[in-house]
């Protein structure tokens, strides 16, 4: 079992940056691939990025390349996501995911994943 709080979301200008955090309890986190997914109301949840468990592979949907960036520390059991030259498009609520799959890393349907935080919103004012 693990389960997931985000934190770090908040109004921010267009062009600005936040840093989301998700800490997670459990004593095997170090071995779930982490997600991060977004989702607008009315709209589908929208996959961001995934980290394999040790760190050394990410993903990112087109729309996070280059602008966001997934990382982990497994010691303090969070995983984080920078993002920076943000856009009002950019806004929506943020959940993190942990799935046991190895092959989840490449999955953008939320369904490969098995936990969820309760997710926090990321609003960018233009």
């Known amino acids: 079992q693990v389960q997931l709080v985000e934190s770090g979301g908040g109004l921010v200008q267009a062009g600005g940056s936040l840093r989301l955090s998700c800490a997670a309890s459990g004593r095997t986190f170090s071995t779930y691939t982490m997600g991060w997914f977004r989702q607008d109301p009315g709209k589908e949840r929208e996959f961001v990025a995934a980290?394999?468990?040790?760190?050394?592979?990410?993903y990112y949907a087109d729309s996070a390349k280059g602008r966001f960036t997934i990382s982990r520390d497994n010691a303090k059991s969070t995983v984080y996501l920078q993002m920076s030259s943000l856009k009002p498009e950019d806004t929506a609520v943020y959940y993190c995911?942990?799935?046991?799959?190895?092959?989840?890393?490449?999955?953008?349907?939320?369904?490969?994943?098995?936990?969820w935080g309760q997710g926090t919103q990321v609003t960018v004012s233009s």
């Open positions: 980290i394999r468990w040790s760190g050394t592979s990410t």
């Open positions: 995911a942990a799935s046991s799959r190895y092959s989840a890393l490449y999955s953008v349907t939320p369904v490969a994943y098995d936990y």
